[in-house]
C-alpha cells in the first residue's frame, strides 16, 4: 500500500513541478513583479488541482485497503479449502481401507441344535442313550479371505458336543454320563479360481459327493445325508480338489485325498480318489452319478490292507422353490478294508418337501433303506424315515418339528429301535 502512495505523491510533485505556478516562481527570480489577478487565480486553480489530487490519493487508498483484505481473505480460504481436501482425502483412505477390510474378509457361522425326547431299545431293553435334552450337534465358524479375483482361502472350525455313559472298564467307570465337546479343523484350504470350468482347493475341502447332495436335499440340520449317516462317506477331507461347469449343464469335481476324513489328517503310503460328474437339464433339476476308490488312509510302509473300498453313488433330484424331491443310491464294497473277508452293501435314500405357506412352512419326509452286510450277514438291514414341519423364525433363523424313527436288526442277536421325537434348529449368521 505505501508503495501505490509513493508513486502518487512522485505522480503529484510531477504535476506541481510542469504546472503555471512552477513556471511564475521561475520567472519571478528572473524579473520579480506585483502579484495580478492572473497569478491569484492560478494559485486557486493549483489549490484546487491539489485537493482534487488529495481527493484521488485517499480514494486509492481505500481501495488499496480493500484489495489486501479481500487478498488476505481469499487466502485464509485457500487455506481452509486446502486443510478440507487434505482432511477428505485422509477420510477417504480410511474408508477405502475399511471397504477393502470388508470386501475381502467374511466371517460366518452355523449352528444345529435340538431339544427331543429319545426313545431306544436294543433286543428289547431300553439303552441308555433314551432321555431328553438339548444338544448342539455341530457349530461352524467359518473366516474367507480374498486376496484379489483368483486367489482366496477358508478355514472352517466344526465344534461337535458329545454325550456318553462309560462303561464298567473306562477311566470314569462309575456309570455316569461323560460330556466332551470336540474341536476340529473341517476346511483350511487355498483356493485358485482360473476360470468357471476350473477351480482347484488344496487343503481340507468339501469332497465331490457329500455336500453335493446336501443342497439338493436341504435338511442337513434334520440328519446327515445318506451315506454319511451310514459312514460310507464323508464331507470333507484332507488333499487337492478341483471342480467347475462344463457348461451345458454339465458339472464335475474330483478329488485325491487322504482317505481318513477331515477328522484324521494322518499320513498315509498312497491316496484315495473320489469324484463326481452332473447334469442339469434345467437349473431345478439334477442327475449325477459319482465313485471312491481307495484304502481308506490304512495303507501306511508296514501295513497293505486286503481290501481296496471302492463305492458308487448316483442321485436324481427337482428343487423348486415350491416343491423339493429326490432320491440317492450307493453301492460300497470291502468298505472297511482291514476286513480279510469282502463285503459290500447297499441302500437308497428319497426325501420330498411341500411349500404350505409362502412364508417358508415347509412340510417334509424322508425314507431310508440300506442293506449293511450282504456277504457276511445278509440279513442285516437299516430302515431310517422321518416326518417335519419347518417353521422360519427370521432370516438366517429357522426351526422343524421332527418324528424319527431308526429300526436296525439282522433276525438274530441285533435288534435296535430308536424313536425320536422333538425340535430341531438352524441358525446361518
Known sequence: MRSHILAVAVVAGLGLASSPYAHAQSSKKAKPVAATSSTATEIEALKAQLAAMQSQIQQLQTQVAQQEAQSDAQSEVNVVQAQAIEASAATTTKVDGLSKLVNDNKIGGRIFFDLTS??????????????????????????????????????????????????????????????????????????????????????????????????????????????????????????????????????????????????????????????????APTPETIIAIGGYTGERAKETQNFDPPQTAKRFDAMAAYAGSKFRAGVEYFQAKNWAVTNTVEDKADGYSGWANVALTD??????????????????????????????????????????????????????????????????GDVSF
Not at 203 to 230: C, H, Q, S
Not at 370 to 396: H, R
Request: no cysteine; aromatic share 16%; charged share 25%.
Open 359 to 424: 412364508g417358508g412352512i415347509n412340510l417334509f419326509a424322508r425314507y431310508d433303506k440300506a442293506k449293511l452286510s450282504k456277504d457276511v450277514d445278509p440279513n442285516l438291514e437299516e430302515t431310517y424315515y422321518n416326518l417335519g414341519v419347518e417353521f422360519p423364525v427370521t432370516k438366517g433363523f429357522k426351526l422343524a418339528t421332527v418324528y424319527k424313527n431308526t429300526h436296525r436288526d439282522n433276525d438274530r442277536n441285533i435288534d435296535t429301535k430308536t424313536s425320536e421325537f422333538g425340535v430341531w
Open 118 to 279: 429319545v426313545d431306544q431299545k436294543s433286543n428289547g431293553v431300553k439303552t441308555n442313550s433314551t432321555g431328553t435334552g438339548f444338544d448342539v450337534k455341530r457349530f461352524y465358524l467359518t473366516f474367507d479371505h480374498k486376496f484379489n479375483d483368483i486367489w482366496s482361502a477358508n478355514i472352517t472350525t466344526d465344534a461337535q458336543y458329545f454325550s456318553v455313559t462309560p462303561g464298567p472298564g473306562s477311566a470314569n467307570g462309575d456309570g455316569k454320563r461323560a460330556d466332551s465337546v470336540e474341536v476340529f479343523i473341517k476346511k483350511a484350504y487355498v483356493q485358485g479360481k482360473f476360470d468357471d470350468a476350473f477351480t482347484v482347493r488344496v487343503g481340507a475341502a468339501d469332497m465331490p459327493w457329500v455336500p453335493f447332495v446336501e443342497k439338493y436335499y436341504g435338511y442337513r440340520y434334520v440328519e446327515n445325508t445318506l451315506i454319511d449317516r451310514l459312514s460310507y462317506g464323508t464331507s470333507a477331507d484332507w488333499g487337492v480338489h478341483a471342480f467347475g461347469d462344463l457348461g451345458a449343464g454339465f458339472n464335475y469335481a474330483t478329488s485325491v485325498v487322504s482317505g481318513g476324513g477331515y477328522r484324521n489328517p494322518g499320513r498315509s503310503k498312497g491316496m484315495d480318489w473320489e469324484g463326481r460328474l452332473g447334469f
